[in-house]
Structures are given as structure tokens and as C-alpha cells.
């Protein structure tokens, strides 16, 4: 099974900041990667899908890159809306999918 | 576009199973995988299988194979996720999920039913 680490785990940040999630696959992925946003008592939400493209609908301060085992999501300029916690998922060995453990997002 | 509706929360004793249903508009449900995903309170995201119901075919996570089965109603555009032998450990909230293939090959959930709590008590 491929696994998915990211860090940090937890990060603490004020509003404006650049603010770099990173997420490692335990082999290569390619481009299988995608990135969700989740707000307490809510779904997730797809952000960016095939490692670097913005899904329909998402601020420009969200970029993904990455490719092979090692990717990062980048929040540009932190905005009040975008506390949460953030999840890589690889979905390479379809319909295997795993996600990372997660990383939240708060306010400093 | 693509909306799931899912069943309301569930509380269930330790030994007993729970059946959540997920609901789809119809152009989705003919032409489109749902995947299920469990996230247990505080924590993470975990995939426990998908369905295609218009070709029947069904993928479980091997932690889940031995207790979960996936079926699909196409007379009410609807899949069920039944669970089996719950303890505990399997409280959480029960989401499911569209799969969608981008022009990249990559597959993704893009579209996410609202969940729905199980709560495994004594």
C-alpha cells in the first residue's frame, strides 16, 4: 500500500502570511495527487487535483507543485476563510486511495 | 450538479451493523463511481471502498473487506454502505463521495455527500 506522511502536523499563522504544506508518498506517484480543504463538521473540499491544478471555483492563493513522492500545497496570503485542515490524497493506485493524516491550519 | 444527499445520524449498539445510504441525482449515479470514506472523531481521512453501480463493480479497503458491503439501487439512484459487526473503534462520520476523472488521468472526489454520524455505544 502506498503511504502518505505531511508536515507539520499542526501549524500556527497569522492572516497574510505564506503558509507551505508538504505531503510525501512512499513511492512515486506521478502526478496522482490531490489536495481537499476541510472545515469542522464539514466535507472536504477539492482544492487542487493532479498535483498543481486549481479546481473550478478556488482562490489563486492556492498552488500545489510536486511531482514523483514529493508535493506541497502553498497558501500564498493567508485569509480568515482558510483555517482548516488540509489533506493530500494519492489516488495512483485508483481506486486504493489513501489520504495523509492531515495538517490544521490555525489562527496565531 | 452532482449533489449526494445521505442518511441522518445513526446510534448503534456494539455487535450490530448500520446501513447509510447515499443518494445521487441521476446523471451522476448512471455514469459515476462513489466512493465511501470514514473519518472517525478527531481524525483522519479513511477510504473504505467505491462502488460503479452501473457496471456493478465494487473495491473494498482491506481493513474493511470482511465487514462492510457496498450495494447500489438504481430504481432510486441510491448506494448503501452496510457495516457489520460494529465495535467502538467504528464511530465516526460516514461520507460519500463522486469519483471524477480529470483530463490529466488523475481520479478525484470531487463532490462530497454531507455524512453521516454513526455512533457505536453500549
Known amino acids: 500500500d502506498i503511504q502518505m506522511t505531511q508536515s507539520p502536523s499542526s501549524l500556527s499563522a497569522s492572516v497574510g502570511d505564506r503558509v507551505t504544506i508538504t505531503c510525501r508518498a512512499s513511492?512515486?506517484?506521478?502526478?496522482?495527487l490531490n489536495w481537499y480543504q476541510q472545515k469542522p463538521g464539514k466535507a472536504p473540499k477539492l482544492l487542487i487535483y493532479a498535483a498543481s491544478n486549481l479546481q473550478s471555483g478556488v482562490p489563486s492563493r492556492f498552488t500545489g507543485s510536486g511531482s514523483g513522492t514529493d508535493f506541497s500545497l502553498t497558501i500564498s496570503s493567508l485569509q480568515p476563510d482558510d483555517f482548516a485542515t488540509y489533506y493530500c490524497?494519492?489516488?495512483?493506485?485508483?481506486?486504493?486511495?489513501?489520504f495523509g493524516p492531515g495538517t490544521k491550519v490555525e489562527i496565531k | 450538479q452532482g449533489q449526494l444527499v445521505q442518511s441522518g445520524a445513526e446510534v448503534k449498539k456494539p455487535g450490530s451493523s448500520v446501513k447509510v445510504s447515499c443518494t445521487a441525482s441521476e446523471d451522476i449515479f448512471t455514469s459515476y463511481s462513489i466512493a465511501w470514506v470514514r473519518q472517525a472523531p478527531g481524525q483522519g481521512l479513511d477510504w473504505v471502498g467505491r462502488?460503479?453501480?452501473?457496471?456493478?463493480?465494487?473495491n473494498y479497503a482491506q481493513k474493511f473487506q470482511d465487514r462492510v458491503t457496498l450495494t447500489a439501487d438504481d430504481s432510486t439512484s441510491t448506494t448503501y454502505m452496510e457495516l457489520r459487526s460494529l465495535t467502538s473503534a467504528d464511530t465516526g462520520v460516514y461520507y460519500c463521495?463522486?469519483?471524477?476523472?480529470?483530463?490529466?488521468?488523475?481520479?478525484?472526489?470531487?463532490?462530497w455527500g454531507q455524512g453521516a454520524l454513526v455512533t457505536v455505544s453500549s
Open positions: 463521495a463522486r469519483e471524477a476523472l480529470t483530463g490529466f488521468g488523475v481520479v478525484t472526489l470531487a463532490y
Open positions: 513511492q512515486s506517484i506521478s502526478i496522482h
Open positions: 462502488i460503479i453501480p452501473n457496471l456493478g463493480t465494487i
Open positions: 490524497q494519492q489516488s495512483y493506485s485508483s481506486p486504493l486511495y489513501t
